[in-house]
């Protein structure tokens, strides 16, 4: 079998509180408990097990969309008046970026983590 991202931890100061923003952000179902983890399933079998830490050092984490699911997490972004940005950098504010033919944007998790969706993956 070829090698397969299965799953990756987050650190939340709420375990709870985070995976549901995830999930509600990216219209996927809520998240289920696993032990001490609070579990989002994404459409590809690979999961986000946020766990309880003390201290969280935000990360990125990306995911590839349809234009259609775009359109409506980008809705639900702006309407929940989350900030946003066409890059990482955040020095372009309430923008979309278009690179490689595709559109991406990035807005902060309750914890800072920073998560992106794109139509086309960079570079392809």
Known sequence: MPVQLNHTIVAASDKEESARFLADVLGLPPP???GPFA?????????????????VSPRHY????????FDAILGRVRARGLDHWADPFR????????N???????????DGHLLEVITRPYGG
């Open 32 to 34: 289920t408990p696993f």
């Open 39 to 55: 579990v989002v399933t994404l459409a590809n079998g690979v999961s986000l097990d946020f766990m309880d830490e003390a201290e």
């Open 62 to 69: 990306a995911f590839l969309v349809t234009e259609e699911e």
């Open 91 to 98: 020095s372009r504010p309430g923008e979309v970026n278009t």
């Open 100 to 110: 490689d033919g595709g559109r991406g944007v990035y807005w902060p998790d309750p």
